[in-house]
């Protein structure tokens, strides 16, 4: 296991107003995404279609109220880190061993710091993605797994990287795959679509077992959504389960002529899995799995949840949800629910991708509505939901953003400032507020944040030392290699996959 | 005089595919401008219109012929610098004396080196220009007025900058003025609007005189030309001389209530150009005064020039303009002949600003219509033309491209390859093409070039030492203060007006 730096903090008491939500030291982050704002940009089909459904919905625009905004936000500057907590002797109920029926309102401080912990993990595929598709390895991570979270400043959770999932479709999602300009790219097929990682032991203790986490990667912009989201259920399992089929597609599909998806994204997640479980079982540990993911990502999470229910046995499986869609229908619910399957979906009350599919009828399913008068139960939400209004927060502007309000980061400031639907924002949440805008518009204009600011310096061109502006070569170590992805997994039987191209 | 670093090489032969277009290293170069897209994006309007206009002007569109271009760019990364020539025998017919007749086709490389000068110096206007409204700061130039050429690389022109220049405008200009979102910001009312600059005594040397130039700053976009030039001409000098009161405006507003502009544009210019021809020519020299300046830039560089003949005598004067409108009438052109004022445009065949205003009616001036078939002369061009087409180069795209036409930084590489109208492209130029796509999207898909690549990381975000993404407080230098610009002028009467604020 790889090495670690930072102090893990023991034994402190438990309170409502702990500060659960620290950001580590960024000033190591070196890490950025070319924020392409027409990619992000939401279509005006879709903005009209959005605010049709707003309407709907009855979302009421209010005023903002940012009085001494400035004032709060310059205290943040400098943050006072809090301690993290032990929380060995609850974790069971952190991960949702009992439904979390009494920890989402007034939402426990443990259970929140974890969330925002699964939410960063979330958030890494999207910052580490390479967008630039006049980038040869555009559609990969552009940091090696050994460095992915040293360079997103994601350090101090303690977890390591043990391998990265790669995905493809036979389905045309729209949007979905991101493909390099450039000829003789890194993969014509594949993108990056999340990674394995696992608490290290300072971090296990802490928690009280061994935490292996599946992130997914999600979507930037809700645009594609709309238009693939009325599509067919297809079967899953043995039962009456059916899914999303765009879905499916990009967790099960595989071709043994690209490089990197001989075997799918489902095959080389499981595999992982077992791997890791048996290692840590065999030494006697308790072992947990996390699978989260934003938007599409948290689709990806419930249906590699639902797998590895079966096929990765007696171990506890939570999925930790960010305004994510339906996945299947009810029967899959039910299925979900019967193996023991643990699901915590958070949910921005105005974001409206987690109502989709159902708003929109499916053609196919169009005799439903003539019996029950609406889809929305067509499609079926699973677990467990804590609900978030952006209306809670001081720091966001009122006005309709479609993008801002799916946006991941607006799902993790919402979490940092909520204590209970009662209560007003969180006074102490310590989360930086700026980190809102990167990919939006959705902090009040008195917080001098620019919109969409993350981005790169001269969109990764750099000027040599002949004055020419070129784009630099890749670290040897960060281009991605399905060779080198296997060298590291040379325990288990699908390793003969990875050495093909 | 400031010290200054770069070497002058002298008593280099004459030829034609001489190299005159380096860039100097630009590594230290911190210098970035917000490239905003939205801003720059020609309206559906504007596109349409224009797209008219290029039917009219019969632009045909062609397929490009890239063959081995991304083999000539890599040979291009590590260019040799080509020795500055002495021109210090023929500056006079560099400068236009004889009117330029037989320099410019072919391209005299004397003459191609001296305009890139001048194009560099316009540039920097824009690349120092601070457009980011959330700054207290927006509207200012990024760096004080010692540090200007040395951050954006210019140093090895070896000039020295004199002088900062503030506008306003008493008209109502579409999207001229930059207004910060802040309420305490520098200024309500100016732009830094360019700077008078002066030949080092090397370059001197080189050049055969002392040269001062004024870098007038333009417009990125052509949108906002399209729905301001439609209006009315106004009476400058004694004469029957018009012009476009919307430039006027911007060069002749002041209030004495503002900050930067209780002097005007043109008195503070004109001080200073004063003062700086007292300066030398009682040591002795001879001086010149070059203006210069793209767009809008363009328009006030010749209204400079025509009242600079006036109040700086005995000087000769020229200007190099870069994709300027039509500024005045015949009336106005003759007179500025008869001042011997010297007048180099600088015109891509396929940039539709320059045929601005004449080619959309003005509804005051329907009556001369009637008589002429056509407005085109009722606003006359001045001087000769240097005239540049796109399809010349083999690096830009043939697509039709307002934005990219009338890009300063296309003009550039376009006289950088410029040999004759029946030469093909320079094989020889040296000027880094990457530098077209700073603000457009101009370039072959093949050069692997990003788009509108020219900006900060993070839009000017830094993470602090707390972990938390900060504006930085300006470099104390480089902050603007309408003093401090007054204290390194402290010859002339006009100094009074700067200690004000």
């Not at 049709?52 to 936000?73: C, D, G, N, Q, Y």
């Not at 061993?97 to 595929?125: M, N, V």
């Not at 930037?220 to 399992?237: C, F, S």
């Not at 921005?348 to 599919?357: A, E, I």
Request: aromatic share 10%; glycine share 6%; charged share 25%.
């Amino acid at each position: 296991m790889a090495a670690t730096m930072n102090i893990c903090h023991h034994n402190f008491p438990l309170s409502n107003d702990y500060q659960t939500a620290n950001r580590g030291p960024r000033s190591r982050v070196r890490a950025f995404q070319e924020a392409t704002q027409e990619a992000q940009k939401p279509s005006k089909m879709t903005t009209r279609l959005a605010e049709s459904v707003s309407h709907m919905l009855h979302l009421h625009i209010e005023k903002p109220k940012p009085k001494s905004l400035r004032t709060m936000i310059n205290s943040h500057d400098k943050p006072i880190l809090s301690p993290k907590e032990d929380i060995s002797d609850k974790w069971r109920q952190i991960q949702g061993s009992s439904g979390w029926g009494d920890l989402l309102d007034p939402l426990h401080p443990c259970l929140r710091r974890e969330i925002l912990k699964y939410g960063e993990f979330a958030q890494a595929t999207y910052d580490a993605f390479d967008f630039d598709s006049f980038s040869e390895y555009c559609g990969s991570c552009r940091f090696s797994r050994n460095n992915l979270l040293n360079k997103l400043g994601l350090h101090y959770h303690n977890y390591n990287v043990s391998k990265y999932i790669y995905a493809m479709s036979h389905v045309d999602v729209p949007q979905w795959l991101k493909k390099s300009h450039v000829m003789d790219s890194w993969s014509r097929d594949s993108n990056w679509m999340g990674y394995v990682a696992v608490s290290d032991d300072k971090e296990s203790r802490r928690i009280g077992r061994r935490d292996i986490v599946v992130a997914w990667r999600g979507t930037v912009a809700p645009t594609e959504w709309y238009e693939d989201l009325q599509r067919k259920l297809e079967p899953i399992g043995a039962g009456e389960a059916k899914v999303e089929h765009g879905f499916l597609s990009i967790y099960k599909a595989k071709n043994e002529y690209t490089r990197y998806n001989k075997s799918s994204a489902s095959e080389q997640v499981i595999t992982e899995l077992k791997r890791l479980v048996k290692l840590y079982k065999e030494r006697g540990e308790e072992v947990s799995i996390t699978v989260t993911g934003h938007s599409l990502g948290g689709a990806l999470a419930v249906l590699n949840a639902y797998e590895t229910a079966t096929l990765v046995p007696n171990v506890p499986i939570t999925v930790v949800s960010f305004g994510a869609p339906r996945v299947g229908n009810i029967a899959f619910r039910d299925e979900l629910h019967q193996k023991g399957v643990k699901t915590l979906r958070i949910v921005v009350k105005q974001d409206f991708v987690p109502r989709m599919p159902g708003i929109v009828l499916n053609e196919s399913l169009q005799k439903f509505d003539d019996i029950t008068g609406t889809l929305e139960w067509v499609y079926a939400h699973v677990g467990a939901e804590l609900k978030l209004d952006v209306r809670a927060s001081p720091y966001l502007k009122r006005g309709f953003n479609v993008l801002g309000y799916h946006s991941l980061e607006t799902y993790l400031h919402l979490v940092d400032g909520f204590v209970s639907t009662e209560s007003s924002f969180r006074t102490e949440a310590r989360r930086d507020v700026a980190l809102v805008n990167k990919a939006c518009d959705m902090l009040v204009e008195e917080l001098r944040i620019p919109h969409f600011w993350y981005q790169m310096a001269n969109k990764g061109l750099v000027c040599n030392d002949h004055g020419r502006w070129v784009k630099p070569e890749r670290d040897p170590e960060d281009v991605p290699s399905p060779t080198s992805e296997g060298q590291y997994n040379v325990f288990h039987h699908l390793e003969s996959n990875y050495q093909g191209a």
